[in-house]
């Protein structure tokens, strides 16, 4: 996954930071990219087809994919947790057979 | 700070106690540790001994024995066969659960519990047959988690039981059966369990 797209679309449409970025066409092609990795479908193809023709905004694009699917955008979406630790513990075993 | 301890229904009571630094014995009677599982059957009694095997710790009442009779059956401590579910298996029928206890509250992902030879935890344990199966997750069949033969077992993906992950608190409990048969004759002993987490 892309991470610094994951935490851009993140940032952008469920805390509302608007970072007002001119996009390149890499960076274009890069959000229709995650965006259909996320959730391919017929709908959402034509409205990233639109976006990267420029007849579509980023935001319009982004609004439209959150829109088809709340549920799995915000899951796909959700930030790694702040700080992870890993623990483990062991137990002795034994099997006696005859 | 976050303590595991593995914990086996048994003693007085019964009730729920840390298995500590003992091993989890698995033999061919409910009541009586020493005795051996006939070539090739699947546990018929679980014990928590003081060492291979040691002495019997287990007090009045012997850890719960969940025996593997078939990828979707099973017999409670030397009962008939029964579907494995969340039905049929009660929590206090279970062979052991695992607490997870925190001062703070935290979360858990990438939790699992595998069978190793007690030195790598990525080798299966040596000579060694084993099925799990995590109650309450709505499962309905054992998982396989170790088969010295077919090179499965160890902390590897595909060879452990997926543990279901736990939302935020301070205690958190997963409640395993285990059943486990040799390969050959004699005891087992490069054969361990392994818990691991990731609190957050």
């Known amino acids: 996954m892309n991470v610094e797209m994951k935490s851009y679309c993140w940032d952008r449409l469920l805390r509302g930071v ?70 483990d513990a062991r137990l002795k075993a034994l099997l006696e057979m005859a | 700070m976050a303590t595991i301890t593995f914990e086996g229904y048994m003693g007085a009571g019964p009730a729920w106690a840390d298995l500590g630094a003992n091993t989890v014995v698995f033999a061919g009677s409910l009541t009586d540790l020493t005795v051996p599982i006939a070539t090739t059957d699947w546990n018929d009694g679980t014990h928590a001994g003081a060492d291979d095997p040691g002495a019997d710790q287990c007090g009045a009442n012997h850890m719960n024995n969940v025996k593997y009779l078939t ?59 084993c099925y799990a199966f995590e109650r309450g997750v709505t499962a309905t069949a054992w998982t396989q988690i170790n088969d010295d033969s077919g090179n499965i077992g160890g902390d590897n993906a595909g060879e452990r039981l997926d543990l279901g992950e736990k939302t935020t608190a301070t205690d958190h409990y997963w409640y395993l059966a285990l059943s486990a048969r040799g390969e050959s004759a004699g005891g087992k002993t490069s054969f361990d369990f392994g818990f691991k987490t990731e609190i957050f």
């Open chain 1, 18 to 87: 608007v970072r007002n970025r001119i996009m390149s066409d890499a960076q274009r092609q890069d959000l229709a990219d995650f965006i259909l990795s996320q959730n391919p479908s017929a709908e959402l193809e034509e409205a990233v087809g639109h976006f990267l023709t420029g007849e579509l905004t980023e935001d319009a694009c982004l609004t439209h994919y959150q829109r088809v699917d709340t549920a799995a955008f915000r899951a796909s979406l959700a930030p790694p947790p702040d700080e992870t630790r890993a623990v």
């Open chain 2, 71 to 129: 990828g979707g059956t099973m017999s409670v401590n030397g009962g008939g066969s029964e579907a494995i579910s969340d039905v049929n298996l009660a929590e206090a029928e279970c062979t052991m659960r695992i607490h997870l206890n925190s001062a703070s509250t935290v979360a858990t992902q990438n939790t699992f519990f595998y069978s190793f030879n007690g030195a790598v935890v990525t080798t299966e344990a040596v000579e060694i047959e």
